[in-house]
């Protein structure tokens, strides 16, 4: 018996050495120090990255965790387009302004560091609005229509002027893609005017008004858009409330055109 008990115990022994060691993933890492899981896709290039086509890899990252890309995938030094966000969308990297192309948007492999999705944090302003998932539709564009409008004034409460409105004033709308966004409006005679924005830039440092994203700062045209229930006019002290009508939705907005507000619903 003692025999038995030794030859299985020796047996075990020699299983147990020539067991191979699973092979460790050689390659780039992307490490998450979020609380979210997030969903990544790499580009080859800035124009697939806006149109989201021919990704080269796709994959998800744990919250707290590393994914490690083989290296076979992705070339050491070059520099790619990448796209993350959380499940619910409401933690994401979709930041289209020129202050942050250098930083979110690129990943440039190397196997001495990892690419950090960073934690949440205060100067995250699309972590704290789900604006990813409100002016996208799975990535696609989405148009809204003005419902209600309001005058903007530095030195005033704003004023709702949408019964003060003809037919054709009311109809403004405004479409988002990934990369750019549209306003239309209508002259008297029925013209279409539309002014495209080329860039979204959804962060504002100089303001502390969470939930309020730049969509454009070009003078006349300046465009804010949020969210929230109350917001305030970036530039002014003007507190915006719709009077309990605007309530945050994925399917509601406030949109800041100039020296007026609008209330748009999804189309």
């Known amino acids: 018996m003692k025999r038995l008990v030794l030859f299985t115990l020796i047996v075990a022994l020699f299983l147990n050495a020539c067991k191979k060691e699973e092979p460790k993933v050689v390659g780039y890492d992307i490490k998450n120090l979020s609380s979210k899981r997030v969903q990544a896709t790499i580009y080859s290039s800035e124009e697939d990255y806006i149109n989201q086509i021919?990704?080269?890899w796709q994959g998800s990252v744990e919250?707290?965790?590393t994914t490690t890309i083989p290296e076979s995938t992705l070339e050491e030094g070059y520099r790619y387009q990448i796209d993350w966000y959380s499940d619910d969308q409401t933690y994401s990297n979709w930041i289209a302004g020129e202050q942050?192309?250098?930083n979110e948007m690129h990943f440039t492999?190397?196997?001495n560091s990892a690419y950090i999705i960073?934690?949440?944090g205060p100067t995250k302003r699309a972590a704290e609005c789900n604006i990813r998932g409100t002016l996208l539709d799975n990535n696609n564009p989405t148009t809204w229509k003005a419902v209600d409008a309001y005058s903007i004034s530095m030195y005033a409460e704003p004023k709702r002027v949408w019964n003060a409105l003809t037919d054709w004033q009311k109809k403004i709308y405004i479409t988002f893609s990934f990369n750019k966004a549209a306003f239309k409006s209508y002259k008297p005679t029925g013209e279409e005017h539309?002014?495209?924005m080329k860039t979204?830039?959804?962060e504002m440092e100089r303001s502390n008004n969470n939930g309020v994203f730049t969509v454009s700062l070009e003078r006349p045209n300046q465009y804010y858009v949020s969210n929230t229930t109350t917001i305030s006019h970036p530039g002014n002290s003007a507190t915006i409330d719709t009077y309990q009508k605007y309530q945050p939705a994925?399917?509601?907005i406030f949109l800041i055109a100039g020296d007026a507000g609008y209330l748009m619903v999804r189309e």
Do not use: H, Q
Request: glycine share 4%; aromatic share 12%; proline share 12%.
């Open 194 to 196: 539309i002014y495209t």
């Open 54 to 56: 021919n990704p080269l």
């Open 100 to 102: 942050w192309l250098n």
């Open 250 to 252: 994925k399917d509601t």
């Open 109 to 111: 492999p190397s196997k």
């Open 63 to 65: 919250a707290g965790k």
């Open 200 to 202: 979204l830039d959804f």
């Open 118 to 120: 960073p934690e949440l």
